[in-house]
T-cell receptor
Framework: AQTVTQSQPEMSVQEAETVTLSCTYD???????LFWYKQPPSRQMILVIR??????QNATENRFSVNFQKAAKSFSLKISDSQLGDAAMYFC?????????????FGKGTHLIIQP | DTAVSQTPKYLVTQMGNDKSIKCEQN?????MYWYKQDSKKFLKIMFS???????INETVPNRFSPKSPDKAHLNLHINSLELGDSAVYFC?????????????FGPGTRLTVL
């Protein structure tokens, strides 16, 4: 079974500061992808960033970057220069080939609050 | 020009009723999914459907059944609704089952069972 754990139910950061959201996972698969999704109050799920497990280089998308530690099974998300529009639930997710319903396995989410 | 759409967005119904949620994608994707998000915001895969192959999460009750009239649609039918079925249901689609392919989510349907 695959599991994804987000240990921070809620995080708060001042606007323009940097915040890091934690995620750890467990899988016996060697071929998998990791994702961060954002869910604002509108409820829409939006892909923020993704990381291929076989790539050592950490993914970066503008102000969003990840710290992927494969041996430690850790996949944290760093948001630089936080903006009010970043306020949302953030979900870490894993997708592996084969088995089950073949979909994303999600963590329980971190509610990110941006203080103006 | 919505990529993945769901109808209705809100659904309130009584216990024991049968209801359906429709999902349509205009992206030309081959794979579609249904996810359930419970009251604690936990998201869990229910089904995936690719080229007439349905994969079911073993925890999903058989009261839930997805039906795909064509590649662009994957509707969710729920029989004998129970209080615990209250949740937000998300449809998603991707180009294929490749791990790299991004899943595009619909806006969700909030189901309330009274």
């Amino acid at each position: 079974a695959q599991t994804v754990t987000q240990s921070q139910p809620e995080m708060s950061v001042q606007e323009a500061e940097t915040v890091t959201l934690s995620c750890t996972y467990d899988t016996s698969e060697s071929d998998y992808y990791l994702f961060w999704y954002k869910q604002p109050p509108s409820r829409q799920m939006i892909l923020v960033i993704r990381q291929e497990a076989y790539k050592q280089q950490n993914a970066t998308e503008n102000r969003f970057s990840v710290n992927f530690q494969k041996a430690a099974k850790s996949f944290s998300l760093k948001i630089s220069d936080s903006q009010l529009g970043d306020a949302a639930m953030y979900f870490c997710a894993l997708m592996y080939s084969g088995g089950g319903a073949d979909g994303l396995t999600f963590g329980k989410g971190t509610h990110l609050i941006i203080q103006p | 020009d919505t990529a993945v759409s769901q109808t209705p967005k809100y659904l309130v119904t009584q216990m024991g009723n049968d209801k359906s949620i429709k999902c349509e994608q205009n992206l030309g994707h081959d794979t579609m999914y249904w996810y359930k998000q419970d009251s604690k915001k936990f998201l869990k895969i229910m089904f995936s459907y690719n080229n007439k192959e349905l994969i079911i999460n073993e925890t999903v009750p058989n009261r839930f059944s997805p039906k795909s009239p064509d590649k662009a649609h994957l509707n969710l039918h729920i029989n004998s609704l129970e209080l615990g079925d209250s949740a937000v249901y998300f449809c998603a689609s991707s180009i294929g089952r490749s791990l790299y392919n991004e899943q595009f989510f619909g806006p969700g349907t909030r189901l309330t069972v009274l």
